[in-house]
């Protein structure tokens, strides 16, 4: 329940958006009954500004739900200072995401010089301004771009992590609305790449059993000669890693 929830402070996060929720069925139901909402947006406007340090926030969904309160309460002092202090957060997070764009341009100048190291300093700062509900393509951008950044540093658990994080981001389509999109195609296809390197066999297939249910969406629209065909790929490498492990050793491979 939503109460459960809210005590659970080791997820703040979570503790949080349940508050939200909380708040916004007390109103439904105080405004169906004719009650007097205010305490309840107050309690909201409180709620709001505690979220304000939360990336799990999801401030611009619930903004749209505070303003079509609007429509009901045009004339309500609590609700005119909830607005106020919803501006606030806005004005403030509109500026992080300008500096989010910042820090991800200068992450892939850096990354485009070679300079690895100093590119995951800058997607790094753009993460933590791009990780909001209204700027996923900018956070997706920058996951992507400390995966390079690491892949290309011989970091593959690190590459591994950054990848796992855009392609939640990517499949987000698919429970949404039912599309699978390119860039979830392309990150399974990465995801294949780096468990070549990371060794993990059946994480591996796995891997690319999806791709295969996937790839027919994509494939007839690639046309690009120079790069390996990814079942081709895996056969491969993954013929070259068996070959080349100790027979005695294979069973590490299942790890």
């Known amino acids: 329940t939503l109460d459960v929830c809210i005590k ?14 909380k708040s916004f069925l007390n109103i439904f139901a105080k405004l169906t009954d004719k009650s007097d909402v205010s305490p309840e947006l107050k309690l909201l406007k409180q709620t709001f500004e505690e979220s304000q ?7 611009e969904s619930f903004k749209k739900i505070v303003e079509i309160f609007g429509e009901i309460l045009p004339d309500n002092k609590d609700y005119d200072d909830l607005i106020d202090s919803l501006a606030g957060i806005l004005e403030t997070r ?30 790094g700062k753009a993460v933590l301004k791009l990780a909001k509900e209204e700027s996923q393509d900018g956070f997706y951008f920058s996951l992507l771009g400390l995966y390079q ?36 195609y392309n990150c399974v296809k990465e995801a294949i790449k780096i468990e070549l390197f990371i060794g993990r066999v059946p994480l591996l297939l796995n891997w690319h059993e999806l791709y295969q249910v996937i790839a027919r969406q994509f ?11 990814t079942p081709q790929l895996v056969d491969g490498c993954l013929s070259v890693r068996l070959i080349n492990t100790p027979y005695e050793k294979w069973n590490k491979l299942l790890l």
Do not use: C
């Open 8 to 21: 659970n402070t080791t997820k703040p996060s979570t503790s949080i958006i349940a508050k939200t929720y």
């Open 53 to 59: 340090h939360h990336l799990e926030y999801p401030f």
């Open 94 to 123: 509109a500026s992080e995401l300008a500096s989010g764009q910042t820090f991800l341009k200068r992450g892939y100048q850096k990354l485009d010089k070679g300079y690895h190291k100093e590119s995951v300093i800058y997607f």
């Open 219 to 229: 494939e007839a629209n690639e046309s690009d000669e120079s790069e390996i065909p």
């Open 149 to 184: 950044a690491y892949s290309d540093s011989g970091l593959y658990w690190a590459a591994y992590n950054s990848l796992i994080a855009a392609m939640s981001i990517s499949i987000k389509e698919w429970y949404n609305g039912g599309v699978i999109t390119k860039r979830f």
